[in-house]
Nanobody, 123 residues
């Protein structure tokens, strides 16, 4: 497993942008697929985006496609989530997650999680 620490959350107005970062510990980061998930109050944790170990494959939830971009820098052991055109519906705690091998979109496939970072979008 890897240890994950998210940062970059905050309060932003609708239409604004934020970039989340997730720093991972461990020398095997480059062999892990990474994902971003989010959980709003009273709702289940949901998939946002995922990226393969090489960065060559990405998947997005329909609700964020065209607005969010996931990327990674294996030299820095970091994965990013660039969030543009934010909406109040994007308000949630955002979690970074890791799993070995292939990128997937399912919460249950990821076995390492960060503590989360709050994103609040005001209207």
């Amino acid at each position: 497993q890897v240890q994950l620490v998210e940062s970059g959350g905050g309060l932003v107005q609708a239409g604004g942008s934020l970039r989340l970062s997730c720093a991972a510990s461990g020398r095997t980061f480059s062999s892990y697929a990474m994902g971003w998930f989010r959980q709003a109050p009273g709702k289940e944790r949901e998939f946002v985006a995922t990226i393969s170990w090489s960065g060559g494959t990405t998947y997005y939830a329909d609700s964020v496609k065209g607005r969010f971009t996931i990327s990674r820098d294996n030299a820095k052991n970091t994965v990013y989530l660039q969030m543009n055109s934010l909406k109040p519906a994007d308000t949630a705690v955002y979690y970074c997650a890791a799993r070995p091998y292939a990128a997937t979109v399912s919460v249950v496939d990821f076995n390492s999680w960060g503590q989360g970072t709050q994103v609040t979008v005001s209207s």
